[in-house]
């Protein structure tokens, strides 16, 4: 995990560098530049008050002559625990309920279509502990847990999609955990769930002791603003690369460009203390808390543009005004799914699964 010496890449940048400078390193690292939102004063304001950092951009497309532009608005929240970890289990969730509810208002302000939340939101992120009470009372409910409740009220009163990731208590299947995000439609209905598909077995992120890979495959949920599909944490890398913070700027991008959509990476911040001491399986001594998350929450688009990130150490909220168009657009000039060997790729992927698999190496 990251260290909080300082609060973000920007800010960094914008400290040491001269403005000329600072055009040019933002056009090679971010792409081009994305065009800032005037949000409006109240959200600003209430930001402000709330203590979390608000900040918007737009990703604009070609206009075309048979489309119009197809805006959709979206908001990528990061927060850290309120309580401390060891506070009873409903204060904790009540205590997240009340702040995410305050910087969803700040979202509806700023015309969210679309509202996300961080990987096991409702909860601390106490995997690394490896013990199971209190955590695994965290546990809910995808269909109707309070959690998917309180989210269902959000999604009715802002007409606003919600992606909810919690830790789920399968009651149809003997009470089983996944770590699941729930897909509420803008009417407040659930629209679906997808898991996480590959799950960690790696130091402090050892959770096979508390949930498996998911048996959902990969859906994508039709809403009224887009489609949208989940990844969760570990599947956004795997199976290339462990979850370091110097792989977070590339990876959503990387998505992004390769399947000409637009992601959005989200990552919860602050430093969480458990009351008993856990080791890493590294040969390190014991300890309660495995440092800082990082936060540096982004949206990237198809033709290699991301924002700025939000702070490495602040809770956030990062609205991105999403021209849908460019997805197409891009995918017209680069052809990578026309130019895809998608029946090779099948094919070999078939192969390479079956225990009498041999690699085709070819030698002398």
């Not at 401390?84 to 700023?110: D, F, G, N, T, Y």
């Not at 990844?231 to 199976?239: A, K, L, Q, W």
């Not at 070999?348 to 225990?355: K, R, T």
């Amino acid at each position: 995990m990251a260290e909080p010496e300082w609060e973000s890449l920007e800010q960094c940048l914008e400290k040491h560098l001269p403005p000329t400078d600072l055009r040019e390193v933002k056009r090679l690292l971010y792409g081009k530049e994305t065009r800032k939102l005037d949000l409006p004063s109240q959200a600003l304001e209430c930001a402000a008050e709330g203590d979390f950092e608000l900040q918007g951009y737009a990703f604009e497309a070609a206009e075309e002559q048979l489309r119009g532009p197809r805006t959709v608005r979206v908001g990528l929240v990061q927060n850290r625990i309120p309580l401390p970890a060891e506070a009873p289990v409903a204060k904790q969730v009540s205590a997240l309920h009340r702040r995410i509810e305050a910087i969803v208002e700040v979202a509806a302000m700023c015309g969210v279509n679309i509202i996300c939340f961080q990987e096991a939101w409702t909860m601390p992120f106490a995997f690394c502990t490896r013990e199971k009470l209190p955590w695994t009372e965290f546990a809910e409910s995808a269909e109707d847990g309070p959690t998917t409740r309180f989210c269902q009220k959000l999604a009715k009163k802002h007409n606003m999609v919600v992606v909810s990731p919690i830790l789920e208590r399968d009651g149809a299947h003997g009470d089983v955990l996944w770590n699941t995000a729930v897909v509420i439609s803008n009417s407040g209905a659930v629209l679906g769930k997808t898991r996480k598909n590959h799950i960690p077995r790696v130091g402090d992120f050892n959770e096979s002791t508390y949930y498996m890979e998911g048996n959902l495959g990969h859906p994508v949920f039709q809403t009224q603003f887009g489609r949208i599909a989940v990844n969760i944490c570990y599947g956004r890398h795997h199976p290339l690369n462990w979850f370091i913070e110097s792989m977070w700027p590339i990876e959503a991008r990387n998505a992004a460009i390769a399947n000409h959509c637009f992601t959005c990476a989200i990552n919860r911040v602050g430093k969480e203390h458990f009351p008993h001491e856990f080791t890493s399986g590294d040969g390190k001594k014991a300890h309660k808390d495995f440092g800082y998350f990082y936060g540096s929450s982004y949206v990237a688009a198809p033709d290699s543009s991301r924002t700025p990130g939000l702070s490495r150490t602040r809770d956030g909220l990062l609205v991105a005004e999403l021209n849908l168009n460019l997805c197409r657009q891009v995918n017209d000039v680069w052809n990578f799914k026309m130019t895809g060997r998608y029946d090779m790729y099948a094919r070999e992927l078939a192969e390479a699964v079956q225990p009498d698999y041999r690699p085709h190496i070819v030698r002398e």
